[in-house]
């Protein structure tokens, strides 16, 4: 649907480069969710990258959707280099910021990207983005009930976002007595989002770790399906 949304915006306006990245985010995230089982989806992003780049070299909404497709596409050091390098042009967007920490913590860099984040959250503490990755961030350096605090009011005001409780949900896992709990969130992310196929593994992987590899085999039988279905627009 936003792909379809985003195009009437672009055959509207063919250089408005943020609806333009917008629609190469979609690509991105359908691939990411499992939608896809090839990469074209990450081709499609990264047309739709320098399409937007080659009306706004600038664009922050681009480099964030370059850094993402680069690091599912295994290109870590140019995923690295397109969040350096538009940090370095606009040092004073808390986008740019974001979207430099992004690449940072995609490269196992966590701890120098979490600083980035936290003077981001210093300015605005409600930034969609950043309050998302600080999760991850701390998800990523071992801070598990960081993690699961900082997602806290996030998710309240975001029900719908599934992948961010996917991250919450492998924080309370890691954290004492948590199993129980990271089941319960990993759950209300299906709830949210069906046809998310990381969440699926991962419920599996709970069922497993609790020792009910009968659960695990349903959960991931019962995932596959749906995810396929959510990927025909059936669900």
């Known amino acids: 649907t936003a792909q379809e949304l985003l195009q009437r915006a672009v055959d509207r306006d063919p250089g408005f480069a943020r609806a333009i990245a917008a629609r190469g985010y979609t690509s991105w995230r359908r ?3 499992g939608w896809c089982t090839d990469s074209a989806a990450l081709t499609d992003a990264l047309r739709d990258v320098q399409a937007a780049l080659e009306v706004d070299p600038g664009s922050v909404a681009a480099h964030m959707t370059l850094v993402r497709a680069c690091w599912d596409m295994g290109w870590h050091e140019r995923a690295l280099e397109a969040g350096r390098s ?12 974001v979207a430099f920490a992004r690449s940072l913590n995609n490269a196992g860099l966590a701890q120098y990207a979490l600083p980035l984040v936290t003077s981001v959250l ?3 503490p409600t930034h969609p983005a950043a309050v998302k990755l600080n ?6 350096v071992g801070d ?3 993690a699961v605090e900082a997602a806290q009011i996030y998710l309240e005001r975001h029900p719908g976002d599934a992948n961010t409780r996917w991250a919450v949900a492998l924080a309370w896992a890691h954290c004492p007595d948590g199993l129980k709990r990271a089941m319960a969130v990993a759950q209300d992310g299906l709830d949210a989002d069906a046809g998310d196929v990381t969440i699926w593994v991962l ?11 009968d ?9 596959a399906g749906l995810t396929r279905a959510c990927g025909t627009g059936a669900c």
């Open 86 to 97: 538009i940090h370095d042009r606009n040092p004073d967007s808390m986008g740019a910021t």
């Open 203 to 213: 419920l599996g992987y709970l069922h497993r770790h609790v020792g009910d590899e």
């Open 144 to 146: 598990h009930a960081g």
């Open 122 to 124: 210093a300015v605005d």
């Open 215 to 223: 659960g695990a085999r349903r959960t991931w039988e019962r995932g």
């Open 135 to 140: 999760v991850w961030c701390h998800l990523m």
């Open 31 to 33: 691939y990411f969710a």
